[in-house]
């Protein structure tokens, strides 16, 4: 993604926090951008797809940041999913995104609600299966109900404390609070074999959520378009070993999960920051799928 189309994005999404998303037109866009009408299009077909970029772009750096975080580590440590989930909630408040979701959630537009219901989806997903690698097959069949309940805890905790306190809300401590809470709640849902969530709802939930990765063949054709216009720098270098490992029969996952990491953090502040943002996401997907 080149410079003009980042600027585009962080220009649209201050307007849109500081006006409001239905308050703020694309000539709006267009002044305060300085482009014209035909390079915001050549961008995205329409003003729900900027916010939907700019909802999806932050969606993939707290995807990239936790993967990155469970690098080497065990994925049974509790501690460790506290953080992965605090990452999530302290990018929404660095990039003051919560206005936007709340825009979206009570907007009557049905692309952008259902884009959210989705992303909502994905999020309870992940931690169902988080959960899954913490407590084991007991919890499976209870997953969903304990992610809802943790979701629901932190999300209704934030209300409350944002309406009712002027001082900053201290997300780490609250998301340990809510594990810790939840570390007596699973056991007693697993004994008691205890749910809600009907097995239909839990399904519907898994294929909203779902996210395709790309195969192999189209993995490798997008590196090699992307090595062929950046420069020969380290991220090059990244980029080609990346090329090389993904060509082979069977890639060693393991190397694809160190080296990936380095090759998104080669780009930061370059015009190719949200496009290796973007690769680096497609890498995890497929490297969750292999292992």
Not at 94 to 118: A, G, K, M
Not at 151 to 168: C, Y
């Amino acid at each position: 993604m080149n410079d003009r189309k980042k600027q585009v994005l962080l220009t649209a999404k201050q307007l849109f926090i500081d006006n409001g998303f239905q308050a703020t037109s694309i000539q709006d866009i267009l002044d305060e951008a300085h482009i014209s009408k035909g390079t915001f299009y050549n961008y995205f077909s329409s003003k729900n797809e900027c916010l939907m970029a700019i909802l999806r772009d932050a969606y993939y750096v707290s995807f990239l940041r936790r993967n990155e975080l469970a690098i080497g580590k065990d994925l049974t440590d509790i501690e460790l999913l506290s953080e992965q989930i605090h990452i999530r909630l302290s990018m929404n408040r660095q990039q003051n995104l919560l206005p936007l979701f709340e825009t979206v959630v009570h907007s009557p537009d049905d692309e952008l609600r259902e884009f959210v219901r989705q992303m909502h989806f994905r999020e309870l997903a992940w931690i169902a299966k988080r959960l899954s690698d913490i407590y084991g097959e007991d919890i499976k069949a209870y997953a969903f109900d304990c992610a809802s309940l943790l979701v629901g805890f932190i999300q209704h905790s934030l209300n409350i404390m944002k309406s009712s306190s002027a001082e900053e809300i201290n997300t780490k401590q609250l998301v340990t609070f809510v594990m810790q809470r939840m570390e007596v709640v699973i056991p007693d849902m697993i004994e008691r074999q205890s749910s809600f969530l009907p097995l239909d709802t839990v399904e519907n939930i898994l294929t909203s959520a779902e996210m395709h990765p790309l195969t192999q063949e189209v993995l490798i054709e997008k590196l090699q378009l992307f090595s062929q216009d950046i420069p020969n720098t380290n991220g090059k270098q990244y980029a080609l070993f990346l090329l090389e490992e993904l060509s082979t029969d069977s890639p060693r996952t393991y190397l694809l999960e160190s080296v990936v990491r380095s090759f998104r953090q080669a780009f930061e502040g370059t015009e190719w920051q949200l496009q290796a943002i973007e690769l680096s996401a497609a890498m995890w997907l497929f490297i969750d799928k292999t292992e």
